[in-house]
Nanobody
């Protein structure tokens, strides 16, 4: 059983920052890519950012305009999402996801929710105007 637990969400004013964390525990894998997705009410789940096992490949939603960064600490089995210059449109439930990969896939990041096997419960981020 693999557990992903997000933390760091909350209420913030527009222009503020938040840092989300996602800890992976339980039956972990040798290598896994990670992603952050979000879902607002009435909308589909969408990519925020993704990162390869090595950390050398990252992908971001074009909508973010460089405001977010993703990083990981494999020694701690944790991935982070630093969110800056937050806007009300960033309000959503943020989910982290994990995809076990093979040795040859360690440098790839994955951008579709369908490519991920394990999901956290989500953390609410609310940005007030």
């Amino acid at each position: 059983q693999v557990q992903l637990v997000e933390s760091g969400g909350g209420l913030v004013q527009a222009g503020g920052s938040l840092r989300l964390s996602c800890a992976v525990s339980g039956r972990t894998f040798s290598w896994y890519a990670m992603g952050w997705f979000r879902q607002a009410p009435g909308k589909e789940r969408e990519l925020v950012a993704a990162i390869s096992w090595t950390g050398g490949s990252t992908s971001f939603s074009d909508l973010l305009q460089g405001r977010f960064t993703i990083s990981r600490d494999n020694a701690k089995n944790t991935v982070y999402l630093q969110m800056n210059s937050l806007k009300p449109d960033d309000t959503a439930v943020y989910y982290c996801a994990a995809r076990p990969v093979t040795y040859s896939q360690r440098s790839y990041s994955y951008t579709s929710p369908r490519e991920y096997e394990y999901w956290g419960q989500g953390t609410q981020v609310t940005v007030s105007s």
